[in-house]
T-cell receptor, first 109, second 113 residues
Framework: GIQVEQSPPDLILQEGANSTLRCNFSDSVNNLQWFHQNPWGQLINLFYIPSGTKQNGRLSATTVATERYSLLYISSSQTTDSGVYFCAVLYSSASKIIFGSGTRLSIRP | GAGVSQSPSNKVTEKGKDVELRCDPISGHTALYWYRQSLGQGLEFLIYFQGNSAPDKSGLPSDRFSAERTGGSVSTLTIQRTQQEDSAVYLC???????????FGQGTRLTVV
């Protein structure tokens, strides 16, 4: 069935380290987004990236639609980067946004 | 408005009571979604509205759950005869169309005691 898989499920890093989060999807997509859920539960939009590469400060993302994956890069991690990162996909054949199970990132000072 | 607004932010209710949760989407957004997130879990799809089309209700967990969207704008999610397992954060999102990004509200934290 239609799935969105994220890896790794958990990641613990020291402040200043870099990280790569991965999202695999199983069909052609209209739309792919990365969200950061902060410790207060708010879902923050990071990237709208159905294809290509985007950068915003220390964060960047790449989606290779033909190979059905997306990567989120975080460089020079800060403690405020802690939280859960979700990949969310809108498949061409579907109406609902499907979320991956998330990557829980913990940045240690 | 500037963003998706949900009310109330928190709701504590007694088991068996009905509750109504409200979502004000971003002005002009035709699509509106409701999701539920239980403690420490992922996001569970509940219902999707798109313009004047019939809503996709495939995610509603039981017939105690219903939602409406009046005038293509404000949406209300109603839970009848609440149960303890209904305790969760209920999140609403809106988007302009399928090829634009969705924005989420801050959520309503529902606690059934």
């Amino acid at each position: 069935g239609i799935q969105v898989e994220q890896s790794p499920p958990d990641l613990i890093l020291q402040e200043g380290a870099n990280s790569t989060l991965r999202c695999n999807f199983s069909d052609s997509v209209n739309n792919l987004q990365w969200f950061h859920q902060n410790p207060w539960g708010q879902l923050i939009n990071l990237f709208y990236i159905p294809s290509g590469t985007k950068q915003n400060g220390r964060l960047s993302a790449t989606t290779v639609a033909t190979e059905r994956y997306s990567l989120l890069y975080i460089s020079s991690s800060q403690t405020t980067d802690s939280g859960v990162y979700f990949c969310a996909v809108l498949y061409s054949s579907a109406s609902k946004i499907i979320f991956g199970s998330g990557t829980r990132l913990s940045i240690r000072p | 408005g500037a963003g998706v607004s949900q009310s109330p932010s928190n709701k504590v209710t007694e088991k068996g009571k009905d509750v109504e949760l409200r979502c004000d989407p971003i002005s002009g957004h035709t699509a509106l979604y409701w999701y539920r997130q239980s403690l420490g879990q992922g996001l569970e799809f509940l219902i999707y509205f798109q313009g004047n089309s019939a809503p996709d209700k495939s995610g509603l967990p039981s017939d105690r759950f219903s939602a409406e969207r009046t005038g293509g704008s404000v949406s209300t999610l109603t839970i009848q005869r609440t149960q303890q397992e209904d305790s969760a954060v209920y999140l609403c999102a809106s988007r302009f169309d399928r090829n634009t990004e969705a924005f989420f509200g801050q959520g309503t934290r529902l606690t059934v005691v």
